[in-house]
């Protein structure tokens, strides 16, 4: 009785292996420009993939990650931790060691993308999960035209700072000659 308890066991441990692992993709099924995005000296290519039950949700998942990656290509803030701990103990042949390695790394990105596009898409099934590769494309003059239309508004932020002082102060000198004009009367 215990010998067919033990081998139930395992088959429903097996079973419940072989259908808790997800199908991995095949590498051959993989799209090249995913692999390798597209160069160029006017535009920034980047992909991003996601596998998701939900076709939608694999769709804006995979768009996400590559603006994402697009974002962090134009810029991207990096706080990051290593630790590395290694002790030995002993002498000679009764010498014991003992290493840790830690690794912690934070990314952030904060970017807007105007005029950023997904230019390529596919859809693959994997058992029962939809797998999205997207590209996504960056026209460089978009850039270069957000960058400049951010100058022109600092500018006339500043333009307008310089008036207002401008003003503060005549008005400071207009107070100043009522009082000294009040006081020699």
């Known amino acids: 009785m215990r010998k067919v308890f033990i081998i139930a066991i395992t088959i429903s441990l097996g079973i419940m292996l072989i259908n808790c692992s997800s199908p991995k993709a095949d590498m051959n099924e993989i799209p090249d420009w995913y692999l390798n995005p597209n160069q160029s000296e006017d535009a920034i290519?980047?992909?991003?993939?996601a596998a998701k039950h939900s076709m939608a949700l694999a769709k804006e998942a995979a768009d996400a990650r590559a603006r994402d990656a697009i974002s962090r290509t134009i810029e991207i803030k990096v706080s990051s931790m290593f630790k590395n701990f290694m002790q030995e103990s002993g002498v000679g042949q009764e010498a014991e060691a003992l290493e840790f390695t830690s690794s912690v790394s934070k990314q952030v990105s904060n970017n807007v993308l105007k005029g950023c596009k997904i230019t390529k898409r596919e859809m693959k099934r994997e058992g029962e999960l939809y797998h999205c590769y997207s590209?996504?494309?960056y026209d460089l003059n978009s850039l270069i035209n957000?960058?400049?239309?951010?100058?022109?508004?600092?500018?006339?932020?500043?333009?307008e700072a310089k008036a207002n002082m401008a003003f503060d102060e005549l008005e400071n000198e207009i107070d100043n000659m009522d009082n000294s004009t009040s006081d020699s009367k």
């Open 146 to 159: 957000q960058t400049k239309d951010a100058a022109q508004r600092q500018k006339a932020l500043y333009n």
């Open 135 to 137: 590209l996504a494309k």
């Open 45 to 49: 290519y980047e992909a991003g993939d």
